[in-house]
């Protein structure tokens, strides 16, 4: 428990609060690190739109996107999760942008992107054929988002951007396949805890000058991605890890048409937009 202003009014005013064993919840606190967490309005002081977004007792699973805020000192970074997530799930010294696929209180809720972002998107697609698969529906875009933002050609080109405005979403030929990635993706990112673990070797070497002096094994934690090799510290590595998937099925550049983008002259940038695909309020709004 932290003593906030809210607590030690509180405290001044006599004010007693009580125990609930059923306010104990689940919460993602950092990327793939779920915590038990005391969801209560008297010690959870900025609660902001979780109850919004999560229910009025936090439980209300759901699908949300979560980015590093413009204005943080962490590197961009995005990751999906059903669960009520922490102010700084992206790191220390940095807000997380939530971006939830509904908004109410349970997983049924309005859907939480635009009429007017799904004309933009069937407009685009129906007129270059693309869709073609199934109905371009708004969890579809919501996927297709999530593929996007993690697509190492967009991070790359638009860097600078991400530093400093609200993420902005091109168009991207083939949209269907798009979204499929973006939903088999969010489904590996939000279910890792079920996923089947992956085959590693472990292997143990002394440290004999460690062990000399009196000292424990030194702290590497360093990867050679495409030798598929983790090093732990001094005497133990971990091998057999999946091999560096390539970069070529995220390399399909954006179309210069893309939604929210522009081209100048010397390099290409992202201009701030009125609208985008989320709901009205600003930014600042969605953290936790």
């Known amino acids: 428990m932290k003593w906030t202003r809210s607590v030690k009014k509180s405290l001044l005013a006599g004010k007693r609060i009580s125990f609930h064993p059923e306010h104990i919840i689940r919460a993602l606190y950092r990327p793939f690190v779920i915590r038990q967490l005391y969801f209560d309005t008297h010690l959870n002081e900025m609660q902001n739109l979780m109850r919004?977004?999560?229910?009025?007792?936090?439980?209300?699973?759901?699908?949300?996107?979560?980015?590093?805020?413009?204005?943080?000192?962490?590197?961009?970074?995005?990751?999906?999760?059903?669960?009520?997530?922490?102010?700084?799930?992206?790191?220390?010294?940095?807000?997380?942008?939530?971006?939830?696929?509904?908004?109410?209180?349970?997983?049924?809720?309005?859907?939480?992107?635009?009429?007017?972002?799904l004309a933009q998107f069937q407009s685009q697609y129906d007129a270059a054929g693309a869709g073609s698969n199934g109905p371009l529906t708004k969890d579809a875009i919501f996927h297709y988002v999530y593929a996007v933002?993690?697509?190492?050609?967009?991070?790359?080109?638009?860097?600078?951007?991400?530093?400093?405005?609200?993420?902005?979403?091109?168009?991207?030929?083939?949209?269907?396949?798009?979204?499929?990635?973006?939903?088999a993706l969010m489904k590996l990112h939000i279910g890792y805890e079920t996923v089947e673990p992956w085959p590693l070797e472990r292997f143990d070497?002394?440290?004999?000058?460690?062990?000399?002096?009196?000292?424990?094994?030194?702290?590497v934690l360093k990867a050679d991605k495409d030798a598929g090799v983790i090093v732990i510290d001094s005497e133990t590595q971990l091998t057999a890890c999946r091999p560096r998937p390539g970069r070529t099925a995220w390399a399909?550049?954006?179309?210069?048409?893309?939604?929210?983008?522009?081209?100048?002259?010397?390099?290409?940038r992202i201009r701030p937009s009125a609208r985008s695909l989320t709901p009205t309020a600003s930014p600042t709004t969605r953290r936790t």
Do not use: C
């Not at 697509?151 to 396949?177: G, H, V």
């Not at 070497?205 to 000292?215: S, V």
């Open 52 to 117: 919004d977004y999560f229910g009025d007792k936090g439980i209300a699973e759901k699908p949300a996107i979560l980015f590093t805020d413009p204005t943080g000192q962490k590197p961009f970074m995005v990751i999906a999760s059903s669960l009520l997530p922490d102010a700084h799930t992206v790191g220390a010294a940095a807000g997380a942008i939530v971006l939830p696929s509904r908004v109410g209180p349970t997983a049924g809720s309005a859907e939480n992107i635009t009429d007017w972002a």
């Open 149 to 183: 933002l993690h697509d190492p050609a967009y991070r790359e080109t638009y860097a600078q951007n991400l530093k400093r405005e609200f993420p902005r979403i091109p168009f991207y030929d083939d949209f269907s396949r798009w979204a499929d990635w973006g939903e």
């Open 205 to 219: 070497a002394p440290d004999e000058k460690a062990k000399a002096a009196g000292l424990p094994p030194k702290t």
């Open 252 to 268: 399909t550049a954006p179309r210069s048409n893309g939604f929210s983008t522009s081209t100048r002259r010397r390099r290409r």
